[in-house]
């Protein structure tokens, strides 16, 4: 059997941890937070963690889907995106290019598809182009340059009481929160 090891990183979230997937013939088997990486140092969140059972689901999607008679059937690509094309341009045509929003996702806002979804909105006509941050990270940022001056972060290793409010860091952050988490749970916080 031909097994391989390869190093990469994950692109799930903006942090890019590092990773370490075994191949086997050429098909990825198991993974694991890389040692020496300087930003992850072997840690990796649940999404990480979870990769490969996201990639060999059998519930991913492989092809487009349609739905005919309120169920969703396979269609070929070529069928889907000239179906998408006179759908968008019907819109366009009915109620001005305006009507459309675009949103991506926090995987793909950092990733190069990301610029050709805005030259798409930019090409259709839209300004309505927005993502996981237009929602969560944009508004944390300007309060906190109208409040602060600029974005902060918690001093969590000087803090002995912390209130997290809509976020569970230890199961779903970057690694250096979780760990000073940890640390402060130590030391008694
Ligand atoms: S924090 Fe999680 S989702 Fe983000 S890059 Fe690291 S392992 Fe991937």
Redo the contacts with the bound molecule.
């Keep these: 059997m031909k097994t391989e090891t390869i190093s990469t990183i ?1 692109r ?2 903006d ?3 590092g990773l370490e997937i075994t191949l086997e013939h050429g098909r990825p088997v198991s993974l694991r937070g890389s040692q020496e990486h300087p930003f ?1 140092k072997g840690w ?2 649940a ?2 963690r979870a990769a490969l059972d996201f990639l060999h689901s059998p519930q991913r999607l492989s092809s487009p889907l349609i739905r005919r008679n309120g169920k969703f059937v396979p269609i070929e690509w070529e069928d889907a995106l000239t179906y998408a094309a006179e759908k968008l341009l019907w819109v366009k045509d009915q109620f001005g290019p305006q009507s459309l929003a675009i949103y991506h996702g926090e995987g793909v806002g950092h990733q190069e598809i990301k610029y050709y979804m805005k030259r798409f909105a930019n090409v259709y006509g839209t300004p309505n182009f927005m993502g996981v941050g237009s929602f969560c990270n944009a508004s944390r940022t300007l309060a906190e340059i109208l409040t602060f001056g600029g974005l902060t972060k918690p001093d969590i290793s000087n803090t002995h009481f912390l209130i997290i409010w809509g976020g569970n860091p230890l199961v779903s952050h ?1 690694p250096v929160t979780p760990k000073e988490l940890t640390r402060l749970r130590k030391r008694g916080g």
């Design positions: 994950c799930m979230c942090h890019g941890c992850n990796l969140c999404k990480g970057e």
